[in-house]
């Protein structure tokens, strides 16, 4: 009987220790937690587009975005660096802190990368995953120098005619007169306004070229108002050139100070010789002095004097063949005397 209490007795002090633990040690009576789901990140895809063009750098706008799945992503972070597409050299790199990521979703990380306007470059995306490299992914952008800086755009330019039936200039012309070998052209540039605003506040410098030599025979620089958004508008103006030769018509649109659009077009003044396109015709004879500046004002004949003495040079006037004719002479007659 004394056995049976005391193991009696001894289950309860077993089980109040039990109850007392389960009271008073925290989550001693917690289900046991569940096993930790692995967490899965994926670079889905990358896109890259200008951002902000200057005369030097280029800022590209990169979007990596992220699928994640499974338990929670801790400490994440996505590192974009650029390479240099000709030396791979890294150029640059930004790393951006995501933080966790959870649930079954995508996530867009945007970053800004800048970079010199000049060559290509292989733009690399790399995904941490608390210090550890997750995923890769690679694109590449060629050609960033041909980006138009932000100051040397302007919603004016040259007319392209594309819905045309036949080939049409942005420059055209038309002969007004010929005089002392000079021939004066009317010349028309068509311009239209592409943006949704008005625009204006630009200049037009219109040359002509002579093809071969590439002498700047005649220029002329002309205002331009107000444009509408979408219409063409038609500026003209005359230039006189030297007859007899064939001229690129260049035109130069100017912003601030700031080219920004040029274009050119053939003119035909040669009687056999046709200028094309990225075609330049050679031996039309150039000369040079067709292309002097006329004076502004006369002085009499002492410049055509002064022009035909310089011209005959020495030893080929009169008075000069005279003394070589007597010095002639004189040999003759000391000869005949010695002998």
Same mark, same amino acid.
């Given at each position: 009987?004394?056995?049976?209490?005391?193991?009696t007795g001894g289950v309860v002090v077993v089980v109040l220790a039990a109850f007392i633990g389960a009271i008073t040690v925290p989550g001693a009576l917690a289900d046991p937690p569940e096993d930790v789901r692995e967490s899965y990140l994926d670079l889905r895809e990358t896109t890259i587009e200008p951002a902000a063009v200057t005369g030097?750098?280029?800022?590209?706008?990169?979007?990596?975005?992220?699928?994640?799945?499974?338990? #929670? =992503?801790?400490?994440? !972070?996505?590192?974009? +660096? $650029?390479?240099? @597409? /000709?030396?791979?050299?890294? &150029?640059?790199?930004? %790393?951006?802190?995501?933080?966790?990521?959870?649930?079954?979703?995508?996530?867009?990380?945007?970053?800004?990368?800048?970079?010199?306007?000049?060559?290509?470059?292989?733009?690399?995306?790399?995904?941490?995953?608390?210090?550890?490299?997750?995923?890769?992914?690679?694109?590449?952008?060629?050609?960033?120098?041909?980006?138009?800086?932000?100051?040397?755009?302007?919603?004016?330019?040259?007319?392209?005619?594309?819905?045309?039936?036949?080939?049409?200039?942005?420059?055209?012309?038309?002969?007004?007169?010929?005089?002392?070998?000079?021939?004066?052209?009317?010349?028309?540039?068509?311009?239209?306004?592409?943006?949704?605003? #008005? =625009?204006?506040?630009? !200049?037009?410098?219109? +040359? $002509?070229?002579? @093809? /071969?030599?590439?002498?700047? &025979?005649?220029?002329? %620089?002309?205002?331009?108002?107000?444009?509408?958004?979408?219409?063409?508008?038609?500026?003209?103006?005359?230039?006189?050139?030297?007859?007899?030769?064939?001229?690129?018509?260049?035109?130069?649109?100017?912003?601030?100070?700031?080219?920004?659009?040029?274009?050119?077009?053939?003119?035909?003044?040669?009687?056999?010789?046709?200028?094309?396109?990225?075609?330049?015709?050679?031996?039309?004879?150039?000369?040079?002095?067709?292309?002097?500046?006329?004076?502004?004002?006369?002085?009499?004949?002492?410049?055509?004097?002064?022009?035909?003495?310089?011209?005959?040079?020495?030893?080929?006037?009169?008075?000069?063949?005279?003394?070589?004719?007597?010095?002639?002479?004189?040999?003759?007659?000391?000869?005949?005397?010695?002998?």
């Open positions: 009987m004394r056995r049976e209490a005391l193991l030097q750098t280029v800022t590209l706008s990169i979007d990596a975005r992220l699928s994640h799945r499974g338990g #929670p =992503a801790e400490n994440v !972070t996505v590192e974009t +660096r $650029a390479v240099d @597409a /000709d030396t791979g050299l890294v &150029a640059t790199t930004v %790393t951006r802190r995501v933080g966790t990521v959870d649930g079954e979703r995508e996530v867009s990380v945007p970053t800004n990368i800048t970079v010199e306007r000049q060559g290509g470059y292989r733009i690399e995306t790399i995904v941490y995953e608390d210090g550890e490299r997750v995923t890769t992914g690679r694109q590449s952008v060629q050609n960033v120098d041909a980006l138009t800086p932000a100051f040397a755009r302007s919603p004016v330019t040259f007319e392209r005619f594309e819905n045309a039936g036949t080939p049409l200039d942005a420059i055209a012309y038309r002969i007004d007169g010929v005089s002392d070998n000079r021939t004066t052209l009317n010349v028309s540039v068509y311009l239209t306004n592409t943006g949704d605003e #008005p =625009a204006g506040g630009i !200049t037009l410098r219109l +040359r $002509a070229r002579q @093809a /071969d030599s590439n002498v700047i &025979a005649d220029e002329s %620089t002309v205002g331009i108002g107000q444009i509408r958004p979408g219409r063409t508008e038609t500026v003209s103006t005359e230039l006189t050139v030297p007859d007899g030769y064939n001229y690129w018509l260049d035109g130069i649109l100017r912003s601030d100070g700031v080219v920004v659009g040029t274009e050119s077009s053939p003119a035909n003044l040669h009687p056999t010789e046709r200028l094309h396109e990225n075609e330049t015709q050679r031996e039309v004879g150039f000369e040079s002095s067709d292309f002097e500046e006329e004076p502004a004002g006369g002085s009499g004949g002492q410049p055509d004097e002064a022009m035909a003495t310089a011209s005959e040079g020495p030893g080929f006037t009169a008075v000069g063949a005279l003394i070589a004719l007597l010095a002639s002479s004189l040999v003759i007659a000391r000869r005949q005397t010695n002998e």
